[in-house]
T-cell receptor
Framework: DGGITQSPKYLFRKEGQNVTLSCEQN?????MYWYRQDPGQGLRLIYY???????QKGDIAEGYSVSREKKESFPLTVTSAQKNPTAFYLC????????????FGPGTRLLVL | GENVEQHPSTLSVQEGDSAVIKCTYS??????FPWYKQELGKRPQLIID?????GEKKDQRIAVTLNKTAKHFSLHITETQPEDSAVYFC????????????FGSGTRLLVRP
């Protein structure tokens, strides 16, 4: 899991603003994932990518967008359409989607001003 | 639908006692069940996992049992220590094109010295 980094650690969003969360991995993993964690709740899947240049919606994709132009990078944009963005965002990766073990990044806490 | 239920939501034990956390899942085809430990503000860390071809797996003080017929699995921590205090999440892998993990809502374990 030390091979996955997320930045920034804290991010503040103004109303109507789009913000982008960074996720980078140097593990040569094909699959990457974005989760949202709210207090007292489990992790919910936002988007996932099984291979570069491909990504799929997860369970709560509305108000979010992603790209996967490089194998090592999977940025998440929280758009103004996401009305309740305050949460802890976790990125994860696995060797590929068939290899079950997912390794998590340190997370980004997004707060709304 | 896709669902993993986890109980209890909070668990307080005396140091040295055992702790048991239980999860049930809805997809009978699920074949991979990891457990993650998350300390406050940190990333989830995989502590143990089990696949559907085995019924029990141990790693020092931690064990996981799986009952596929009943669709439930449990985490057992023996000889608990204060550093075991954290939030524990179970998950089950969904067997469709996504191979995604569905997480339980978490158990906050407090080990009292």
């Amino acid at each position: 899991d030390g091979g996955i980094t997320q930045s920034p650690k804290y991010l503040f969003r103004k109303e109507g603003q789009n913000v982008t969360l960074s996720c980078e991995q140097n593990l040569n993993h094909d699959a990457m994932y974005w989760y949202r964690q709210d207090p007292g709740q489990g992790l919910r899947l936002i988007y996932y990518s099984q291979i570069v240049n491909d990504f799929q919606k997860g369970d709560i994709a509305e108000g979010y967008s992603v790209s996967r132009e490089k194998k090592e990078s999977f940025p998440l944009t929280v758009t103004s359409a996401q009305k309740n963005p305050t949460a802890f965002y976790l990125c994860a990766s696995s060797i590929d989607s068939f290899q079950e073990t997912q390794y998590f990044g340190p997370g980004t806490r997004l707060l709304v001003l | 639908g896709e669902n993993v239920e986890q109980h209890p939501s909070t668990l307080s034990v005396q140091e040295g006692d055992s702790a048991v956390i239980k999860c049930t899942y809805s997809d009978s085809a699920s074949n991979y069940f990891p457990w993650y430990k998350q300390e406050l503000g940190k990333r989830p860390q995989l502590i143990i996992d089990i696949r559907s071809n085995v019924g029990e797996k141990k790693d020092q003080r931690i064990a996981v049992t799986l009952n596929k017929t009943a669709k439930h699995f449990s985490l057992h921590i023996t000889e608990t220590q204060p550093e075991d205090s954290a939030v524990y999440f179970c998950a089950a892998r969904w067997v469709d094109s996504s191979y995604k993990l569905i997480f339980g809502s978490g158990t906050r374990l407090l080990v009292r010295p």
